[in-house]
């Protein structure tokens, strides 16, 4: 079985974080392991607080499943805090697997989830580490600021983000024309991800939700592009299924098919 690894922080309402990863790697039929970096107390409605995990425990965390369950691909989501990037960063430089980092700094509706130190040690540090990026329309503006309103805008912060040293990026988000349109960008690759933009309130969770399901289909073997077609697709249809749980923005669908090549049984290690 193919095994990923979540970076990521707690939402005890399910719809997010390292609950929303899991669920999706398990739909992919991928193994989680998951190290935890802060816990939230929230529900579909708010945010109440915040509790980060020291940044030594959550190293230790990370050394005592590598040491034993060593994955194919890897993800960060929410990290908090500047010292845990930074000693992050130096671990990344040995991973022998692709790091996928989820730069959650800001909300899809807006909202600060990242301080300014700590945004500075991601860009700094962390992002050149990763093998994709896949920040959301406000945190790629944020990232090289070019704000995001046409195509255009868009494809320059793309090209933008891959000159700050990162090799590949995927910006989510995009909303023209009435279509829902993100962009993979790498240094020789432009890819437009579009779909039929779905009229709900439940997104909460869904940005973790796609980057997830790109990691799993890493973890899987696939080519980027193709991990990133079929992450895509499966994030529509969990947007579209949304079960209408809670009482704010609720989650999105995390059981719908997963379209995936089963690993083959008789294949090496
Ligand atoms: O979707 C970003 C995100 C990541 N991680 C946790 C969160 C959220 C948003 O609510 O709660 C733990």
Not at 68 to 91: F, H, S, V, W, Y
Not at 170 to 190: P, Q
Request: proline share 6%; net charge negative; charged share 20%.
């Amino acid at each position: 079985m193919k095994v990923a690894l979540t970076i990521a922080g707690s939402d005890p309402s399910g719809g997010a974080g390292l609950q929303a990863d899991l669920k999706t790697f398990h739909q992919h039929g991928v193994y989680g392991t998951c190290v935890v970096t802060l816990l939230t107390v929230q529900n579909t409605v708010s945010v109440s607080d915040i509790l980060p995990i020291d940044a030594g425990f959550v190293l230790a965390q990370l050394d005592a499943v590598l040491s034993d369950i060593p994955p194919q691909a890897a993800k960060t989501g929410a990290l908090g805090d500047p010292e845990l990037i930074r000693r992050l960063a130096n671990r990344a430089h040995e991973f022998s697997f692709p790091l996928v980092i989820d730069p959650v700094m800001i909300s899809k509706h807006g909202q600060p989830l990242l301080g300014e130190r700590a945004i500075e040690a991601l860009a700094d540090e962390l992002l050149p580490q990763a093998y994709l990026i896949t920040p959301n329309r406000h945190e790629a503006e944020r990232l090289c600021g070019i704000t995001i309103e046409s195509r255009e805008a868009m494809l320059a912060a793309a090209d933008a983000i891959l000159r700050m040293g990162v090799a590949n990026v995927l910006i989510k988000g995009g909303e023209f024309e009435g279509h829902s349109v993100d962009l993979l960008c790498s240094a020789t690759e432009t890819c437009w991800l579009e779909s039929e933009r779905w009229r709900t309130l439940s997104t909460h969770g869904s940005g973790c939700v796609f980057s997830a399901a790109v990691t799993a289909r890493l973890a899987l073997g696939d080519e980027l592009t193709e991990a990133a077609c079929g992450a895509k697709r499966f994030i529509s249809a969990a947007i579209r299924d949304a079960p209408g749980l809670g009482k704010g923005v609720g989650p999105v669908n995390m059981a719908v098919a997963a379209e995936f090549e089963p690993p083959d049984p008789e294949a090496k290690p």
